[in-house]
């Protein structure tokens, strides 16, 4: 069975961090450009970051360059988000996307072959 599956999100202050991940199982993610989005309550989901299948090439929104770092550990079938700095504005649900067989189209992907389920933080003192 093919899954996508972020978890790591949580509750923390303003200024705090977190690390989600982004696992695949079934299949192999070596091939997949991944991105990591962000849907804020009552907006449309919009890209943060992406980061190639090679992982040599990564790209960030303006909102978030600085202080969120995209990796990933094909060995694990795993893709990261570092979230540091946290901000209020952070707030929102985090889904990973992953492209099969294209790089990054700036700090988000060109098509969305699979979906995670996504993983909620809240930014909040």
């Known amino acids: 069975q093919l899954q996508v599956a972020e978890s790591g999100g949580g509750l923390v202050q303003p200024g705090g961090s977190l690390r989600l991940s982004c696992v695949a199982s079934?299949?192999?993610?070596?091939?997949?450009?991944v991105a990591w989005f962000r849907q804020e309550p009552g907006k449309q989901r919009e890209g943060v970051s992406c980061?190639?299948?090679?992982?040599?090439?990564?790209d960030y929104a303006d909102s978030v360059k600085g202080r969120f770092t995209i990796s990933r550990d094909n060995a694990k079938n795993t893709v990261y988000l570092q979230m540091n700095s946290l901000k209020p504005e952070d707030t929102g649900i985090y889904y990973c996307?992953?492209?099969?067989?294209?790089?990054?189209?700036?700090?988000?992907?060109?098509?969305?072959?699979?979906w995670g389920q996504g993983t909620v933080v809240t930014v909040s003192s």
């Open positions: 980061i190639s299948s090679s992982g040599s090439d990564t």
């Open positions: 079934g299949f192999t993610l070596d091939y997949y450009a």
């Open positions: 996307a992953l492209d099969y067989g294209h790089y990054c189209s700036g700090f988000s992907v060109y098509e969305v072959d699979y």
